[in-house]
């Protein structure tokens, strides 16, 4: 329930502050991940992009834009994002690119490099220098589309009061670099956190280098629908940047058929949260026991069976009535720490255990005693 009223409050504190530039390819909104998609997987993006802006120019007006991603042996992503023309100015496109340096595991971060706005028609550092009449002077998000913007970024999966955690720091030059003396103290430098309180959900929230940014994500199946908030400081402010508004919204579909990996390692493999453990019992329905008390019927009825952190996919395990096959699971599968057996039901395994046992011994016993009562009555005869 504390998650929910979290997600409820958040959502409504953005919803008001939707004030968002269209998202980057490879990442959260306008900073990059370290994770990269993989080989042969592909994600596209179509979204929409609504601007009333009085500084640092005015305009006001609507612009659709696409973008694409592509995985490359799992090693690297490519990106592509067209559209955002406004009036007279011309078309904005460029291709990213990233790089995996260094895979996560449970204590390691993933360690990525990455170049944005490849081929962008905004020159190097020009945006500075532009003059009333040259290209783009009047594009109100000029400075996001540099040429050639470097960067390197870190990202680290963790679970934090029993919800999944993302958390990325990085440095870049160019799009990174703030143009206002205030974003200059923390030069290049962007940082960036999601998290997800209920599932599907996820909450983001960033620095890029020049602004404060936030969005919500929802994720079904393959589908994914995101809305962002940018340079939310603005608000505080009362020099005109108070009413500016853009809002953006994105339609995505990740198509990863032939893909054997995933973009991010499992979160559940590294989670040793209270809040994230579950029994793993499997129903084995209704069944019989050849000379069985009705506590051991019960017994068998609902069986426990060894978990796949205990037990490989498939293995023939013995058990006080029985062999049971232990449920298999897809090859690349987490096994977390969710996946636990009580103590009072190993011990409940034990109990049996020794009773079976010790049935199989009055049950020698008995033949023993028949046996003897034959050859009795054979001498007799």
Known sequence: MKKIILSVIVIATMCGLLNAVPFQTLGMLRTPDAYVLPHTAAEIMVGGYYRDVAKPVDYDGFTP?????????????????????????????????????????????????GIDNILSPIGETSVEDLNPGDDFYNHPDNAGYEIYSPYVVASKQAVILGMPWMLNLGAGAHRFTGQASRSRVL?????????SPVQNLTLQGEFDGQDVNAGIKYSYRNWGVKVGAQALEDLTKDNGYEDNLRLAFGLSYLFDKYAEAKRRPDIRTYAKDEHLEESYVVDLGTGSVEKSSPTDKAIVDKQIVPTPQDTRPGETVTTPTGTLETPGYAEGDAISSQAQLSPEIRDLLEELRILRT??????????DLRAWIEQLKQEKK
């Open 187 to 195: 030069n290049g430098f962007f940082a960036s956190a999601e998290m």
């Open 358 to 367: 010790e049935r199989e011994k009055a049950q020698k016993s008995l033949d």
């Open 65 to 113: 834009f696409v973008m694409l991603g592509v995985g490359i042996l799992d090693r690297v992503e490519l990106g592509l994002f067209v559209g955002d023309k406004i009036e007279d100015e011309p078309l904005v496109y460029f291709l990213n690119v990233k790089a995996k340096i260094l895979q996560e595991t449970s204590l390691l971060p993933q360690l990525s490099v």
